[in-house]
């Protein structure tokens, strides 16, 4: 028998709409509950203790409320903050994209030097650098945090000179290294990809979190939990916890025609 509860998913804002694409595309007939919690944007500057209780917040509500079979962090901070304490306490499985990302990343490399670019936050964590170590320890990391990246993608504007400078100069221990392989740890990153690809070289490969994401709760879906069966394409909502209508058009743009009506959610205090 198939499963046709929804797919819960969050992120601070717009980052998590590339998890939410690849998992659409992988997966057409899941239905999805995306929350963009752009009322706090941005995670990656806020304190780890405050983007855990963010996490447990919204996640309560997508298994209380609307009954989701799985959540998905789709955000590098708040998994770096929450992952484990929701994997323990919450009644559904919870996949976040840092696991996944470095599996990639190990992948991808050929000459063994790799690169972690994320936020504040993200990259202050350590959670890659110990995902790293973990996995692949004979690997050479270098990490970079990169403040105003999410900044430039909220806004909408991905292929502008100014992001295009900020680039160069927070990426340069990053060229430095001589990586081959680069992990965006972050999911807004995906939509800076061809800003970053002319600052890195077209040598350098660029792995999403973002897509190895989508392919885990596929592959979970797949093996050790039933999916959906209703047959043909699943349903979306979207939901925002700021401007809902900025949301709704901007998220429109990022991620396609099927983000068309947004709802507002609002947390208690």
């Given at each position: 028998m198939g499963d046709d509860r929804p797919i819960g998913m969050f992120d601070s804002g717009?980052?998590?709409?590339?998890?939410?694409?690849?998992?659409?595309?992988?997966?057409?007939?899941?239905?999805?509950v995306y929350v963009g919690d752009t009322g706090r944007y941005p995670y990656g500057s806020r304190p780890l203790e405050e983007v855990r209780g963010f996490a447990h917040q919204i996640s309560r509500w997508l298994v209380d409320v609307h009954d989701v079979k799985v959540v998905v962090v789709a955000c590098n901070t708040a998994t770096?903050?929450?992952?484990?304490?929701?994997?323990?306490?919450?009644?559904?499985?919870?996949?976040?994209?840092?696991?996944?990302?470095?599996?990639?990343?190990?992948?991808?490399?050929?000459?063994?030097r790799?690169?972690?670019?994320?936020?504040?936050?993200t990259i202050s964590s350590g959670a890659y650098q110990r995902e790293v170590a973990a996995v692949a320890p004979h690997l050479e990391l270098t990490c970079a945090a990169c403040p105003g990246f999410v900044e430039f993608v909220e806004r909408g504007e991905t292929r502008s000179d100014q992001v295009h400078v900020?680039?160069?100069?927070?990426?340069?221990?990053?060229?430095?290294?001589?990586?081959?392989?680069l992990l965006l740890g972050c999911t807004h990153y995906p939509f800076l990809a061809r800003t970053l690809s002319d600052v890195l070289g077209r040598d350098v490969v660029l792995v999403s979190s973002a897509d190895e994401t989508a392919f885990r709760v596929r592959a979970m879906l797949?093996?050790?939990?039933?999916?959906?069966?209703?047959?043909?394409?699943?349903?979306?909502?979207?939901?925002?916890?700021?401007?809902?209508?900025?949301?709704?058009?901007?998220?429109?743009?990022?991620?396609?025609?099927?983000?068309?009506?947004?709802?507002?959610?609002?947390?208690?205090?």
């Open positions: 717009f980052g998590g709409l590339t998890v939410a694409r690849a998992l659409i595309d992988l997966a057409p007939g899941e239905d999805l770096a903050a929450a992952l484990d304490e929701l994997q323990a306490e919450l009644p559904v499985p919870v996949v976040g994209v840092i696991e996944p990302g470095v599996a990639s990343l190990v992948l991808a490399t050929r000459n063994q790799v690169g972690v670019i994320g936020t504040v936050g900020l680039a160069e100069r927070l990426l340069a221990p990053i060229v430095e290294a001589d990586v081959d392989a797949e093996s050790s939990w039933a999916p959906a069966d209703r047959g043909g394409r699943g349903r979306q909502q979207w939901f925002s916890s700021g401007d809902v209508e900025a949301f709704r058009a901007l998220g429109a743009r990022l991620l396609g025609p099927e983000l068309d009506v947004a709802s507002a959610v609002r947390w208690e205090t």
